[in-house]
């Protein structure tokens, strides 16, 4: 009896000591992180003089001089300082709900002359008197200093007062907008630049409209105006806003191109130079990466307890919908470990994919993803989940902004090739035949870091990038397909038939390294070249859009 109490009481201890030894792995594993050096510490905290240009901070002083983590409100309370008559937004909410039933509501804005089947279903309505007034109020706008949109997550006071005017079925109720509340970075209605881009598509279809009716000085304004208005969506730099910035830029870069293939007989010296001038502002890109990190900042503090620990419980207004709750107030250097090491993890890898973002094209860098695989042993349970919910795709991003830089200094060599033509009558032998004050920037191929290749053909000057198998093929641009069902009447009824709709395809972003093994000699892959002038132009997909009923009919709907 004795014996079997001393096994009891053995089995006992060993059950303590494995709970123990569990307890203390599993606060390893779930509740412990690593505190932070005096290094990482002074680059806990970003510079958020980038995203407030020292306008507003973060933080708001209250009447007893404690400072309150507040960035929505200290944002609206700077805007509410600017003169009403600087600000775009007023005007661009009014045109959206004036002319809600005018050219703005056809789906086909953002269509060029080269979609014949689609510009046939918009020209007539470009050349309307209330295209024409849209035309002039965009203008207006886009040549204000300031956005103007505050941060709030419901209408905000210019749209509410919008709706109330011009929008006879719809009513938004009373104004539910506070100046002074904390609303959550995250749920922040980022409503302008969805409207934003979608005027761009406006001013992308009229500016077309306009230089086939031989008014080049419009066409050449419209363009400017529209790269110009790129600047608004940083006014509040997050890298959605920067990836919309870059989106219309794209707008300009194909328009401008589009017109020096179409109309170049039609464009003088002094319009390429306008043309030059506005292209030059995208290679001077820079992610302003701390934007982004400020709503990460703000998220974070959101999620934890008022000690400043990470915690799980409010974890669910990620995933569940609901609205954040209040964020901790305590300064960087007190919050725990726990969350500090989350923020600091993210700085660097939005830092990573600013970096990883310029031309010349460091491949040496590591990217955002590879930044947080190699940290995630150093975060804490939460801490790695809320990083894996939150943090965007920041490589997929830096190769798109690598990307318009490649493409705007490509099509600045175009336009310093035809500015050549224009002022000695012929296209130049080569780019160094080119006069020195028309190219006054570096042509530089991202994959080699040296020139871009030119080469003189029987159709004209085309400039290329050797793409990412770093390999001389002449100017040939890779194309891929993609099949579309077409509905045609072929004499005998409707038939459907199968369309090859031909696109660009943009080279992939291999390093040096990986692109030896895959493009080397026994490799089948297809090679091609990255054509940056003149711009490709994708095949329109078929109008057709069209399905088949439950009886079998054939169904077609509006495309």
Not at 180 to 205: C, K, P, V
């Amino acid at each position: 009896m004795k014996k079997i109490g001393m096994i009891l009481g053995l089995l006992a201890l060993i059950v303590v000591l494995l709970g123990a030894i569990g307890g203390v792995w599993a606060y390893y594993k779930f509740l412990y992180t690593k505190p932070l050096t005096q290094t990482e510490l002074a680059e806990l905290t970003p510079d958020w003089s980038v995203v407030t240009h020292g306008n507003w901070s973060p933080w708001v002083t209250e009447a007893d001089g404690s400072q309150t983590w507040n960035p929505a409100a200290s944002f609206n309370a700077w805007l509410a300082t600017v003169p009403e008559e600087d600000k775009a937004w007023p005007v661009m909410v009014r045109v959206k709900e004036k002319y809600t039933e005018s050219v703005l509501a056809s789906k086909y804005l953002g269509t060029r002359p080269n979609d014949e089947a689609r510009w046939e279903l918009i020209r007539d309505e470009l050349g309307t008197p209330q295209s024409d007034e849209i035309l002039s109020a965009l203008k207006d706008a886009f040549a204000k200093p300031v956005l103007g949109c505050v941060l709030s997550t419901n209408y905000g006071p210019y749209e509410h007062a919008a709706i109330v005017e011009f929008d006879d079925e719809f009513e938004p109720g009373p104004l539910n907008f506070d100046p002074a509340s904390n609303y959550a970075l995250m749920d922040i209605m980022q409503g302008w630049l969805g409207m934003h881009r979608s005027f761009t598509n406006f001013l992308e279809s009229k500016a077309a409209y306009e230089l086939e009716q031989g008014n080049v000085e419009e066409f050449v304004e419209i363009v400017v105006v529209l790269m110009r208005s790129s600047d608004l969506c940083l006014e509040y730099p997050t890298l959605i806003g920067q990836l919309v910035e870059v989106s219309i830029e794209n707008v300009g870069l194909e328009l401008i191109g589009w017109a020096i293939e179409n109309h170049q007989d039609q464009l003088t010296e002094d319009h390429l130079q306008r043309f030059d001038i506005a292209i030059s502002e995208i290679e001077k890109f820079e992610l302003r990466w701390q934007g982004e990190a400020l709503m990460f900042h703000d998220t974070i503090r959101r999620l934890m307890n008022s000690n400043g620990v990470l915690v799980g419980g409010t974890g669910s207004a990620i995933n569940g919908g609901a609205s954040f709750g209040d964020p901790v107030s305590l300064q960087d250097g007190g919050l725990h470990a726990s969350s500090q090491r989350t923020l600091l993890v993210y700085n660097s890898m939005l830092q990573a994919l600013s970096d990883i973002s310029r031309i010349p094209w460091d491949t040496s860098l590591m990217g955002g993803e590879e930044i947080y695989e190699s940290q995630k042993a150093s975060l804490s349970h939460l801490g790695d989940l809320f990083l894996g919910i939150l943090g965007p795709a920041t490589d997929s991003s830096s190769k798109r902004f690598r990307q318009i830089i490649q493409q705007a200094t490509g099509l600045r060599v175009g336009i310093a090739v035809n500015r050549h033509r224009l002022r000695h009558g012929r296209f130049p032998d080569s780019l160094d035949s080119i006069d020195t004050d028309l190219m006054v920037f570096n042509p530089i191929d991202v994959f080699t870091d040296e020139h871009l290749f030119y080469v003189l053909t029987e159709s004209g000057p085309v400039v290329y990038s050797v793409s990412d198998d770093r390999v001389d093929n002449g100017g040939v641009q890779l194309w891929t397909s993609r099949k579309y069902d077409k509905l045609v009447n072929h004499g005998e009824g409707l038939a459907v038939i199968e369309v090859d709709v031909y696109r660009m395809v943009f080279p992939e972003w291999y390093d040096e390294i990986d692109a030896h093994a895959l493009f080397g000699p026994h490799s089948d892959r297809e090679q091609g070249d990255w054509v940056l002038f003149p711009i490709p132009e994708n095949d329109p997909r078929p109008l057709d859009n069209f399905d088949w009923d439950e009886n079998g009919e054939l169904f077609i709907e509006e495309d």
